[in-house]
Nanobody
Framework: QLQLMESGGGLVQPGGSLRLSCAAS????????IGWFRQAPGKEREGVSC????????SYAASVKGRFTISRDNVKNTVYLQMKSLKPEDTGVYYC??????????????????WGQGTQVTVSS
């Protein structure tokens, strides 16, 4: 059974950093495009970042560009989202998602077939 599991969320002060992990079980991530999404209370799910199967294509939302870095380690079967200079508006539940693909990635939720359960990120003083 194909499963994704996010970890690394928590409470952090503004300006702080967190690293989220998306680990796969039941399948090998190296055949999949991975996206990171977030959803704040009362808001629609937002595509934060994505990375293509081989890592050659990466995309960021304008709101996180320069602060967040996505990467993948296909040996560890894990994708990471390093988040720096966090702001209160980064608060939300962060999800990773997967879809089979090649050297393209998109940040639309309806492009992805498999989803994790999410991890809460709260940025507050």
């Amino acid at each position: 059974q194909l499963q994704l599991m996010e970890s690394g969320g928590g409470l952090v002060q503004p300006g702080g950093s967190l690293r989220l992990s998306c680990a796969a079980s039941g399948f090998s991530l190296d055949s999949y495009v991975i996206g990171w999404f977030r959803q704040a209370p009362g808001k629609e799910r937002e595509g934060v970042s994505c990375i293509s199967r081989g890592g050659g294509t990466i995309s960021y939302a304008a709101s996180v560009k320069g602060r967040f870095t996505i990467s993948r380690d296909n040996v560890k079967n894990t994708v990471y989202l390093q988040m720096k200079s966090l702001k209160p508006e980064d608060t939300g539940v962060y999800y990773c998602a997967a879809v089979t693909g090649w050297e393209y990635c998109g940040r639309q939720a309806n492009e992805y077939h498999y989803w994790g359960q999410g991890t809460q990120v709260t940025v507050s003083s």
